[in-house]
């Protein structure tokens, strides 16, 4: 039986030193704990350090004193709810910062009152800072999509990005004034009959071929015709795969309307100069 229990107890300890967890059996009336020897060593105490409430606070980081005190007095003693909070101490032994995550189930007396109370306390100092180095990458990452998302809303073109089945992903404020918001909706209806509309779209031919495409179209306003160039490029996951399309459209208007006026006045020169040819032939004979 002692052979038994001693080999219970090591395999205790050594379960509590691969998962980091220590445990502890509070008395509630003096106020006075005991402690495993994992939890000796989270805390970075030894035998002759005074285990009672004051000892424990004074392990507590000193922002979080006040706020763990009215914990176990009020929600967990006063209301008799079980222990369960992450905070953090400043480690007797090193003195360095480490988060610990503490449980704890109370025992009751025949009135209800609060006898003892035994619980866990696990070192969570890496998960901690793993969750702060994601919660960093994520803030990082969310800058950085809002300041891709103002140089895109700012450029003057209009984008938008479509998956392969040609429903929107994302679309910018100019693409919307441009074309509109129902494009998503029309082309994946396109798409999904089968429609000649998608024949000869900058956004399906990238999809197919992978290729950049750039056509040109024209939409009747109230005050004329207003020309568009649309580009449309594939986009690449990391193993090359294509999993969507950027279009981007710009107005050329006014490039097109100077090209017609220049056109128009070439072909008056021409004409001028063909009469004025004619004359000197006539005059001539």
Known sequence: AERILRESEAMLKQSQRVAGVGHYNLDVATGFWTSSEMLDEI???DAAYARNVEGWLDLIHP???TEMLEYLSDHVLKDGNPYNKEYRIIR?????ERWLHGLGELEFNSDGQPVTMFGTIQDVTERKRVEESLKEALVRTEDEKEKNRAIIEGIGDGVSIQNT???VLFQNQVHKD???DHLGELCYQAYEKQDSICDGCPVALSLSDGKVHTTERTVDFPDGKHYFEITASPLR????LIIAGIEAVREVTDRRRDEE?????RAQLLQAQKMEAGGRLAGGV
Do not use: M, V, W, Y
């Open 43 to 45: 805390f970075g105490i």
């Open 63 to 65: 922002e979080q004193r």
């Open 92 to 96: 007797a032994s090193d003195h360095a």
């Open 165 to 167: 089945d040609f429903k």
């Open 178 to 180: 441009f074309i509109g």
């Open 237 to 240: 996951n990391a193993e090359g």
């Open 261 to 265: 006026e220049k056109e128009s006045l």
